[in-house]
């Protein structure tokens, strides 16, 4: 299994990057849902159980064996972003994901630089290659992460297969509802 640099929190402005507590459970639950249910509202269909992760699901992910979900957090401990490093299982690739921050620290550089520090843990654990998917529809997201050098590899995971929300049925069969897969090879920290 492989190390992933541990409970090291990492300081970004006046915020710190720091691995997901229990008695943080609740927040990440409402920020995350609030940040992709925000945007996919107008995609799917109006129904309590499209939500992006429960508590259950935030308390299974502070508690993996090898993902690392870690959440961002300003002066008052308030958890204002969050984002899972996941070494995937592969030799050369991890992936980052569930990433999401609070709408008044959008276009500031903080999002970015947690995105950087994604890079440095792959980085630490010889990965070569960083991975992210992205929907389809969220085609700003898609060149916010093309500014920090991902790039578009053609794959996609079917909108069936990822998030377990139910669309309307205008958007069933539209040509953006799956899911991107975005990549960055790493530079050597060497």
């Given at each position: 299994m492989?190390s992933?640099?541990?409970?090291?929190?990492y300081q970004?402005?006046?915020?710190?990057l720091?691995?997901?507590?229990d008695?943080?459970?609740?927040?990440?639950?409402?920020?995350?849902?609030?940040?992709?249910?925000?945007?996919?509202?107008r995609?799917?269909?109006?129904?309590?159980?499209?939500?992006?992760?429960?508590l259950?699901?935030v308390q299974?992910?502070?508690?993996?064996?090898?993902?690392?979900l870690?959440?961002?957090?300003?002066?008052?401990?308030?958890v204002?972003?969050t984002?899972?490093?996941?070494?995937?299982?592969?030799?050369?690739?991890?992936w980052?994901?569930?990433f999401?921050?609070?709408?008044?620290?959008?276009?500031?550089?903080v999002?970015?630089?947690?995105?950087?520090?994604?890079e440095s843990?792959a980085?630490e654990?010889?990965?070569?290659?960083?991975k992210?998917?992205v929907?389809?529809?969220?085609?700003?997201?898609?060149?916010?992460?093309e500014?920090?050098?991902?790039?578009?590899?053609?794959?996609?995971?079917p909108?069936?297969?990822g998030?377990h929300?139910?669309?309307?049925p205008?958007?069933?069969?539209?040509?953006?509802?799956d899911?991107?897969?975005m990549?960055?090879?790493?530079?050597?920290i060497?």
């Open positions: 492989l992933l640099v541990g409970n090291r929190s970004i402005q006046d915020y710190r720091e691995a997901a507590k008695v943080q459970a609740e927040a990440i639950v409402k920020l995350v849902n609030a940040s992709y249910g925000g945007f996919f509202s995609f799917l269909e109006d129904r309590p159980e499209n939500t992006r992760i429960d259950k699901g299974d992910l502070i508690h993996h064996k090898s993902l690392k870690y959440v961002l957090v300003n002066k008052t401990h308030k204002v972003g984002v899972v490093y996941n070494p995937n299982g592969e030799k050369k690739s991890a980052f994901g569930l999401s921050l609070d709408p008044t620290l959008r276009g500031n550089g999002g970015s630089k947690m995105i950087k520090i994604m843990i980085r654990n010889r990965k070569i290659k960083m992210l998917d929907s389809g529809f969220a085609k700003a997201l898609q060149g916010n992460y500014r920090n050098g991902y790039a578009k590899n053609g794959k996609k995971i909108f069936e297969k998030i929300w139910t669309l309307k205008e958007y069933k069969h539209h040509p953006d509802k899911f991107v897969i990549s960055k090879i790493l530079e050597s060497h």
